[in-house]
């Protein structure tokens, strides 16, 4: 789900997407943002082996066609949601040689050169090993900072992620003469607008 301001002039992206995939995305026009929002089910015996290859291979190649919008047009774009992939992102490794999901999220960060922002655990439930499966990925470092891990909500064991999204800088410049020299002064300021 992604709820957005009245504020905002944001319509859904209807991308051509066979059914089993979990992915919704808007647009931001006033801002040129691109959101996307997905959910990757583990690979677990739920599933038959060619059913997921499939899910896996179909939810890939949506996420390459929500991506290339804004990199065609130069907008700005998130991306985030759980993930359930197992990357080493402190040095950008797949742990598993057989975990193709892993590779296909490491593959399109890099085609689409995304930054991936969450370093910390999302996801702990019993004595399982505590896990990074929600991810927000941009364009550029800095575009997400504040990020806070709050706690799950209802019976969920996830983190609840919170961040800010810097969409734009605007330079103001002022002129300041000095009433006897003919020297100008220029002062720079730096406005941000910011999401939350």
């Known amino acids: 789900m992604i709820i957005t301001s009245d504020k905002l002039q944001a319509r859904q992206l209807h991308i051509d997407i066979p059914n089993d995939v979990e992915l919704i995305a808007v647009e931001i026009k006033t801002e040129d943002v691109v959101i996307g929002n997905i959910y990757m089910p583990p690979a677990t015996r739920t599933w038959d082996k060619n059913v997921y290859k499939k899910m896996m291979e179909d939810t890939t190649q949506a996420i390459r066609m929500l991506l290339q919008d804004p990199e065609d047009n130069n907008k700005w774009v998130i991306l985030n949601g759980d993930f359930n992939s197992n990357i080493d992102w402190e040095n950008m490794e797949v742990k ?10 490491v593959k399109f960060m890099q085609d689409f050169f995304l930054h991936q922002h969450i370093q910390y655990f ?10 990074i499966l929600d991810l927000v990925f941009t364009r550029q470092k ?3 900072n504040n990020i806070m ?10 983190v609840l992620l919170e961040y800010s999204f810097l969409v734009t800088y605007d330079v103001i410049i002022e002129e300041n003469y000095k009433k006897h020299a003919k020297l ?13």
């Open 149 to 158: 891990y709050r706690p799950p909500a209802g019976m969920s064991d996830h």
């Open 184 to 196: 100008q002064k220029w002062e720079l300021c730096r406005t941000k607008k910011i999401f939350q």
């Open 96 to 105: 598993s040689n057989s975990n193709m999901w892993d590779k296909n999220v």
């Open 122 to 131: 999302t996801r702990k439930r019993g004595l399982e090993e505590p896990s």
């Open 142 to 144: 800095d575009d997400v």
